[in-house]
């Protein structure tokens, strides 16, 4: 199995910026994919960004597209979200995600295609 753990949510006003890490452990998942996605009270959890293992293929959904950068140190077993122009809509609790990929450079983007998940983090976003 294995394991992510979150870090770096918080509380930030509107505008500001945060930057949350995701570090891996456990079984290795090379070549694997690594995305965040977050979940809102009552909604659905929902994609952000993914990067593939190479680093060099990123997709991001269209609310954040612009805002966040995906991005992953490989030798640190991290993977890490900055999250620019923050908005009140941002506010969610934030989940990492890994499964095997059939390349270096495949991406995914929706939850059923990954095998692992962190605990979460949680961003308040304040107006």
């Known amino acids: 199995q294995v394991q992510l753990v979150e870090s770096g949510g918080g509380l930030v006003q509107a505008g500001g910026s945060l930057r949350l890490s995701c570090v891996a452990s456990?079984?290795?998942?090379?070549?694997?994919?690594m995305g965040w996605f977050r979940q809102a009270p009552e909604k659905e959890r929902e994609f952000v960004a993914g990067i593939s293992w190479s680093g060099g293929s990123t997709y991001y959904a269209d609310s954040v597209k612009g805002r966040f950068t995906i991005s992953r140190d490989n030798a640190k077993n991290t993977v890490y979200l900055l999250m620019n122009s923050l908005k009140p809509e941002d506010t969610a609790v934030y989940y990492c995600?890994?499964?095997?990929?059939?390349?270096?450079?495949?991406?995914?983007?929706?939850?059923?295609?990954?095998?692992?998940w962190g605990q979460g983090t949680q961003v308040t976003v304040s107006s």
């Open positions: 456990g079984r290795s998942l090379r070549p694997y994919v």
């Open positions: 995600a890994a499964t095997p990929g059939y390349s270096g450079s495949v991406i995914y983007s929706s939850k059923s295609q990954y095998s692992y």
